[in-house]
């Protein structure tokens, strides 16, 4: 009997593993210290009221004979699909709520999306990137280009005429940069997919973020319905990362290699999948209706301002970053030229306080460093005092 | 580009969406005619006094930010893992609370465990099956020999030895036909799966409705630390169908091809799994302490009063049948030699209910036919006075 070999082609040590032991250790023997996390993007504001409503009446319902509900509809209920389409027409992207698949989570549907191509598929992959993206990959034993992202290009690396690839991922706005394409940007991703045959997978996970006039759905651009498979995510724009709800959207359109892809993951998720709770599925309708929508962009806009607090702070001294205003990160460069973990190191002891170093991201993010806005304003305030007293 | 060409070899149609339909159509034209459904095997009763209290509780305390809870741990928070690790020792398993893997389902986990053998392995299917195990081993390339349940081995087909596999499913209860393994039969396959170096996948959904002294768990049995996986479920357990709670469990001492198949798993898990929703876990938990589970264990009574119904009625028919004992799955034989298809549309038009075709579960399921006990103890009593009338 064979185990599936490609596993011996991953990474032992896990990024946020490493770091969580690093903190561990330290505050072993520093017990006394205040440390300041910013390092995992996890939300730290509650669910908002609008939410916490709909699921308590759903709770509610699951405990009564005639509001009991068994297992769900396929895809998702179309009270949640029906909302999430409507989401996506509010912003000029038409979609149906047939091409709307509901799941508990985008990392789950970035993951298990590959099943529906080759093993042996050739993915783009940006660099720096979100580890399961790559990770996912060597799983499934396909191959990797990577695509760089630099000071150069601004972290938004753009289309080769000279790749070939099956699978291009895109992340906008990204993590762990938060640097954003622009329409005219994505156009050009679109036109090359097209060209080449190949699938974008869009990740939005952060799309709610935007702030300037850019793009929140790569639906909004021409030609995407041939080429793209957009996947979102409650995680970040409600909250819902203890929650869990994300959806994948796939156009009826969309085939490759005679076969329809929407027809695929249709079938894999019914074979493979038993869908969303009834109670967060309820809960997640509530994140897109009217209440939910604006108690939601309050909880944004307070992880904004720490993001805009800690964009100035850098301003201030003089340190080169990327993101902070159209994403939840800021992705600075480590100073007097100190490798990523280095950096770590010194800011965990000399200002406790916790980020990701960029070489946990990739080869590109040496010697840069990913901060996230999540936290609570006091502790970003007091962090970003911290960080100047330290690096004056 | 290349999609997964062993979708092709998947069939088109799935046997609950034909059922669907046929019922749509009668009740199209019989509108008045009132349908008892013992078709799909979904619960009915509501969620226990005690998971209610717990997901309220829950819910609660996601509004509040001095209790809201973000991502959760990586194989499901340490309350809910100890709990099953409890729920397994009380059983005589010698199962800790790290074996454990927190999921949203057996169907889940049951498909996804795949990804950790190599594409091409061999598995061993019960035929009549549940779909999902012989789809999700078509979805991945792999060679299925099925191995036949019939009359003469009352549904519990046993090891051949010039058979080779890689991957043994074994359900029981089964689905569907509703026979039990006993212990001395288990032995066997756990032995066998040791001498081929195969790996048992034991499907114990339906362990809760066991009433006769055999087996609940393959960990019951002497070696099975050394070559199988559980995949247990709340499902009927606890009716969460549509609520969600699976949990797979993995010995640390397994290993297969020189690799530790729980840290593969983990690896599998952490990299493309988020966890089940805080709320659904403290639900879950509630299910495995001492109230819920006193609470389960009446609706389960409930539901085997049915099937103590139903089996009373197929013995004064004269219909020989499997199961309606210790599973809530009645597999009769369908009378006059007819096709299960056929009965099913005799069963509709004439009497009114809906089961499910024996044929639809593979092969050696044509001239059977699956009733589910899920039902109201009132639809039963009806649905069992129908089906007397019309086969007398």
């Known amino acids: 009997m064979n185990t599936n070999r490609n596993y011996k082609n991953l990474q032992d040590s896990y990024l946020f593993a490493t770091i969580g032991q690093k903190v561990k250790a330290y505050t072993a023997t520093n017990p ?45 209920y179309e009270f949640l699909r029906t909302a ?7 912003k000029g992207a038409n979609i149906s709520p047939s091409e709307v698949f509901v799941s508990d989570g985008a990392k789950c549907d970035v993951a298990n999306i590959l099943d529906i191509f080759a093993a042996g598929s050739t993915a783009l992959i940006p660099d720096p990137v979100y580890p ?7 799983m499934a034993g396909n191959k990797i280009i990577f695509t760089h992202g630099n000071e150069a290009n601004g972290f938004l690396p753009m289309p080769d005429e000279s790749i070939n690839a099956d699978i291009i ?8 940069t938060g640097a954003v394409y622009n329409k005219e940007q994505l156009q ?38 041939k ?12 909250g819902f990362t203890g929650t869990r709800c994300g959806y994948t959207i796939i156009p009826h359109t969309l085939e490759r290699d005679g076969m329809s892809l929407h027809k695929m993951w249709s079938r894999r998720q019914s074979t493979k999948y038993n869908q969303l709770p009834y109670i967060i599925q309820r ?18 806009a307070y992880y904004l301002q720490n993001a805009k607090l800690m964009s100035e702070t850098f301003d201030g001294l003089g340190i080169r970053y990327c993101g ?12 007097d030229g100190l490798k990523s973990w280095d950096f770590f190191d010194a800011l965990l002891e000399k200002a406790n306080v916790v980020g990701t170093p960029g070489a946990g991201f990739g080869s590109q993010g040496e010697g840069f460093f990913r901060l996230s806005a999540f936290g609570s304003k006091e502790n970003t305030i007091e962090a970003m005092e911290r960080v100047k007293n330290f690096l004056k």
């Open 227 to 238: 080429c793209a498979i957009e996947i979102g995510s409650l995680s970040k724009t409600a």
């Open 84 to 90: 999430i389409s409507e989401y996506y027409i509010k």
């Open 188 to 225: 050009k991703w679109v036109d090359y997919a097209i060209s080449k045959d190949a699938i974008i997978l869009y990740d939005s996970a952060y799309e709610a973020f935007i702030q300037d006039d850019l793009p929140t759905s790569i639906f909004q651009i021409s030609g995407a319905e």
């Open 32 to 76: 006394d210290k205040k440390i300041i996390r910013m390092g995992i993007g996890d939300v730290t504001l509650p669910l908002a009221p609008a939410v916490i409503t709909a699921m308590q009446n759903a709770v509610a319902e699951m405990g009564v004979p005639e509001t009991f509900r068994g297992y769900g509809e396929d895809y998702g």
């Open 283 to 300: 809960g997640a309708e509530a994140a897109f209706l009217p209440d939910g929508l604006a108690q939601n962009k309050k909880n944004i």
């Open 169 to 176: 991922y895109i992340c906008s706005p990204n993590n762990p």
């Open 324 to 335: 902070g205003k159209n994403a939840p990160y800021i992705w600075l460069k480590c100073p």
């Open 132 to 138: 399961v993206y790559s990770d996912t990959n060597i």
